[in-house]
């Protein structure tokens, strides 16, 4: 049987960032031993129960036939209001569009800004499904590089030498997926002024917008002659405990608002009600949860990253925001794979490669927050334990005659 050609372009080589997450769980079903996950980027913290209790109640009220395609309008003001409050963007509801994630949001966007023939800029290291959602486009997606030796921040001048004349969109993500790395003020004025010059949209990936541990969340969408170029797209998965709850939404001009009609239309004839329902209940009276998950989020970066720093062998810079910190192993004497291979099998922790996320990545492993001080304590005592082992044996190979 044939497929369209499409289906090629759909996997994209970030699918292989969890393929040591599916052997951890393959090694726990097997023997029975606890194995410590810092792979995935699901808070551990449940649903605030405002919210739980929300949505039962709008079930039970019937709330469980059609909604409107683009999502309530109590949704949509709140959502428009939230952004507002966080950026300081002014935006209406007419702006926003509820999709199911920010993924589902950032496939529909693509779908409605570039096409075949065009280039997608995006940065590597990149978030997994990045290289697929621009590839179902069709459109050529081009990396610029984020260095580990500038604490993968953007190079202004690399972004400008990758525009070309076939560029249509620009894919940047602050807080960033996987180096916690944050877009600064200038530096986000300098990409606004670029995409203005060059005449290209640009669509920021903001999930983690209300997980900063330093200077407040900026949004290029609040800068000038941004306003009718950007699309912004965010949802409550991680900022409000809700992955499970599948609420994202894409904040665009009202003309784009318009095509995201007819594609989710199209794909999914809206979201559940009783969800939306609950959801404006976590935007409106769920700030308080929402600082609480924050805090421990950075209390788990300070308890993480300082010990791992001073490991023999590694290093591990402090993160900005988001709920990762980057492990950088290249002086441990393995690369990515071989050290979390081994870390895996010798100690029972799990860890992601950097290089699922691209090439620049390559030498460092990804380790999730989203779990208790006492896990990630244990987490990093077996660490310790695996490096002191590795540096006893480095030490013995060097000394060898």
Known sequence: MRFASRVNRLAGKGAEAWTLHAKALDQQ??????????????????????????????????????????GTKALRSAIADWHTELTDQPVSAEQVVVTSGAQCALFCAMQCLAQPGDEVIATDPRYSTYEAVIGATGADLVSVPLLPDR?????????????????????????????????????????????CEADVWLVSDEVYGALTYGPRHRSPAALPG??????????????????????????????????????????????????QDASVVAIREASGEVRRMQAAYR?????????????????????????FVMLDVRRSGLDAQSFAERLLAEERVAVLPGEGFGKQAAGFCRLSLGFSDETLTEACRRIEAFTLRLEAENTLLTAAP
């Open 226 to 275: 941004m306003e009718d170029r950007c699309v912004v797209v965010s949802s409550l998965s991680k900022s409000h405990a809700m992955t499970g709850w599948r609420v994202g939404w894409a904040i665009a001009p009202e003309a784009m608002a318009g095509h995201l009609y007819n594609l989710v239309l199209s794909m999914l004839y809206s979201c559940p009600g009783f969800i």
């Open 151 to 195: 604490n993968f921040t953007l190079d202004l001048a690399s972004l400008r030498a990758a525009v070309t004349p076939r560029t249509r969109v620009i894919l940047l993500n602050s807080p960033h997926n996987p180096t916690g790395a944050v877009l600064h003020p200038d530096t986000l004025e300098a990409v606004a002024a670029l995409c």
């Open 299 to 323: 209390r788990r970066r300070d308890l993480m990253a300082p010990w791992l720093d001073a490991l023999p062998g590694l290093s591990c810079a402090s993160p900005e925001g988001g709920m």
């Open 29 to 70: 079903h097997e023997t029975g031993k606890d194995v410590l996950f810092l792979t995935v980027g699901e808070p551990d913290f449940d649903t605030p129960l405002a919210i739980q209790q929300a949505a039962i109640a709008s079930m039970r009220s019937g709330n469980t036939h059609y909604s409107p395609i683009v």
